[in-house]
């Protein structure tokens, strides 16, 4: 069964920096691709990044020049980096897989304070 486990998540003021980490249980060139979701209170699950198999990576309009997505294939992990915070972008960061199914992390909480 799939595994992802995210960690990284924390308080921050505006401004500041952090980075998610998402690793798996198996090798992560099982998936066509990963990503970062994340959902406020109150409003739906929304699409931050996502990084596929050959390397593209696609970025939510909100974060387009603040977040990177990465991945270290030998630790099967896949990262967010998030620069320049803003208080819009707290809420709950899920970790997603991908084959034929999509596969779903715990989530971390991201609050970031103004």
């Known amino acids: 069964q799939e595994r992802l486990v995210e960690s990284g998540g924390g308080l921050v003021q505006t401004g500041g920096s952090l980075t998610l980490s998402c690793a798996t249980s198996?090798?992560?060139?099982?998936?066509?691709?990963m990503g970062w979701y994340r959902q406020a209170p109150g409003k739906q699950r929304e699409l931050v990044a996502t990084?596929?198999?050959?390397?593209?990576?696609n970025y939510g309009d909100s974060v387009k020049g603040r977040f990177t997505i990465s991945r270290d294939n030998a630790k099967n992990t896949v990262y967010l980096q998030m620069n320049s915070l803003k208080p819009e972008d707290t809420g709950v960061y899920y970790c997603?897989?991908?084959?034929?199914?999509?596969?779903w992390g715990q989530g971390t909480q991201v609050t970031v304070s103004s």
């Open positions: 198996g090798s992560i060139f099982r998936y066509s691709a």
């Open positions: 990084l596929t198999s050959g390397g593209s990576t």
């Open positions: 997603n897989a991908r084959t034929a199914l999509y596969y």
